[in-house]
T-cell receptor, first 117, second 116 residues
Framework: GAGVSQSPSNKVTEKGKDVELRCDPI?????LYWYRQSLGQGLEFLIY????????KSGLPSDRFSAERTGGSVSTLTIQRTQQEDSAVYLC???????????????FGPGTRLTVL | AQKITQTQPGMFVQEKEAVTLDCTYD???????LFWYKQPSSGEMIFLIY??????QNATEGRYSLNFQKARKSANLVISASQLGDSAMYFC?????????????FGKGNQVVVIP
């Protein structure tokens, strides 16, 4: 079956512009995560959606970052007024959901490489 | 505070030899899970192995095994019989489950290069 997909794969933008990054999780997965990976670093948690529950936004670095998940499936991460320090690979992952079989693994998408000039 | 620590410098490993990647963690949650992911140069994150805090035995998955020492808060990954395709960054991660938080906290990674 299809894995997690993300679009675009690469995005180059100018400082101050807004960008939207999209994630399509694995069908049926209720848990969805966004992470950020700066060059040469590990992954940094951004936000977590679980079903219809309020998302855990505690990892968002500033109020310029927001995310939504429509219909419990597709998610969009929006960065407003982009800054050069926002340049990174943004990775989305999904998993079946807490307590469900297979939830010990988060399945990652290929990521979106964002470059802010 | 850093929850996952991976401090080894980049490693060169001879093909067919075993390699151990160190990972220590910090948590006060009695219920947690430990993960290892592989990230080759292509960038995708590939799940390798999982160890639950209450698991009595060390996890194994093919050539991968996790040396879990709970009292030392250590979760080292052992790759046996290294192959050229094992060249990648390896990330240790932890999920603390008691607080209803499913996020993964990642270490900074270990670079492994397998040489023929």
């Amino acid at each position: 079956g299809a894995g997690v997909s993300q679009s675009p794969s690469n995005k180059v933008t100018e400082k101050g512009k807004d960008v939207e990054l999209r994630c399509d999780p694995i069908s049926g997965h209720t848990a969805l995560y966004w992470y950020r990976q700066s060059l040469g670093q590990g992954l940094e948690f951004l936000i977590y959606f679980q079903g219809n529950s309020a998302p855990d936004k505690s990892g968002l670095p500033s109020d310029r970052f927001s995310a939504e998940r429509t219909g419990g499936s597709v998610s969009t991460l929006t960065i407003q007024r982009t800054q050069q320090e926002d340049s990174a690979v943004y990775l989305c992952a999904s998993s079946p959901g807490p307590g469900l079989a297979g939830d010990n693994e988060q399945f990652f998408g290929p990521g979106t490489r964002l470059t802010v000039l | 505070a850093q929850k996952i620590t991976q401090t080894q410098p980049g490693m060169f490993v001879q093909e067919k030899e075993a390699v151990t990647l160190d990972c220590t963690y910090d948590t006060s949650d009695p219920s947690y899970g430990l993960f290892w992911y592989k990230q080759p140069s292509s960038g995708e994150m590939i799940f390798l192995i999982y160890q639950g805090s209450y698991d009595q035995q060390n996890a194994t998955e093919g050539r991968y095994s996790l040396n879990f020492q709970k009292a030392r808060k250590s979760a080292n990954l052992v790759i046996s019989a290294s192959q050229l395709g094992d060249s990648a960054m390896y990330f240790c991660a932890m999920r603390e489950t008691s607080y209803g938080n499913n996020r993964l906290a990642f270490g900074k990674g270990n670079q492994v290069v397998v040489i023929p």
